[in-house]
């Protein structure tokens, strides 16, 4: 494939998978649910629509940047410079799974100390500020990044094909993992039951309330998907437990009734 076509096809291929999670998170928490999930908003206004057309914006960029890093990755599998295999992907479906899990374990690693150097005063101010403009994110926020944070952001695409050997499926649900994942954490709504905590599971998982609370503050819970950089290195903030339990423990407003 030419790389002017490999450019379009891998831009629209994003932006579709953008379009498509980012779209049915906010149809979903600020349209249809939005009464019933109303006691789950970590912050109770809705984000402005000035916000949303900023973060769009930001986001439709970021998909330029994304296209390119890809198309760039592209080409680099065809030349042979990857660990990318072909055939039956799950020949081996064992390793298929174990790919699919180390690939976001490398970006979570990734992720986390990216984003404490864009946390740097200087960085912040030249890159990160741009996706810190939303205090109170929707779920267009996924993507809204300064191009050199772009870049940064979509060096995961090189990255996974250099390092782990992997199926390009198995690099499509990665890449559905991402997005929804991302989605998710930008909503401003905890989905999570309040048992999370003290489970197994919500020292190894991250949560909306994580996130948006380093939107609101600019500071501690760096962390991507996981919760275990932050935990091991003591970046969570010290009210994350407090304020997750909190937003989970609201009870949900009683419908009112029509008058008689």
């Known amino acids: 494939m030419p790389f002017l076509h490999s450019l379009l096809a891998i831009t629209l291929e994003n932006a579709l998978r953008y379009i498509v999670a980012a779209g049915i998170a906010w149809w979903l928490a600020f349209r249809w649910c939005r009464a019933r999930w109303a006691h789950r908003k970590i912050v109770s206004a809705a984000p402005s629509r000035a916000d949303v057309r900023r973060e769009l914006a930001w986001s439709l960029s970021s998909l330029l940047v994304f296209g390119l890093v890809g198309a760039l990755t592209y080409q680099a599998v065809r030349a042979g ?31 986390y100390w990216t984003h404490r150097w864009m946390h740097r005063p200087r960085v912040f101010r030249l890159v990160h500020r741009v ?54 954490g930008h909503t401003g709504h905890e989905y999570h039951p309040r048992w999370l905590l003290d489970s197994w599971l919500g020292k190894l998982l991250n949560t909306p309330t994580n996130h948006a609370m380093h939107h609101e503050l600019f500071r501690g819970n760096y962390g991507l998907y996981a919760n275990v950089w932050d935990r091991l290195l003591g970046t969570n903030h010290p009210d994350y437990a407090a304020r997750f339990r909190a937003v989970t423990g609201r009870e949900r407003a009683a419908p009112s009734n029509p008058p008689a």
Do not use: C, K
Not at 83 to 108: C, E, K, M, N, Q
């Open 81 to 111: 410079s990857s660990r990318i295999y072909f055939g039956d992907p799950f020949a081996d479906a064992g390793w298929f799974v174990a790919s699919i899990v180390l690939t976001i374990a490398l970006h979570d690693t990734w992720f």
């Open 131 to 184: 996706h810190h403009r939303s205090t109170n994110p929707s779920p267009w926020a996924a993507y809204a990044f300064h191009p050199l944070e772009a870049v940064v952001q979509a060096a995961i695409f090189p990255l996974a094909v250099l390092l782990v050997p992997m199926h390009p499926l198995a690099f499509v649900v990665f890449m559905v993992w991402q997005i929804t994942f991302n989605v998710l």
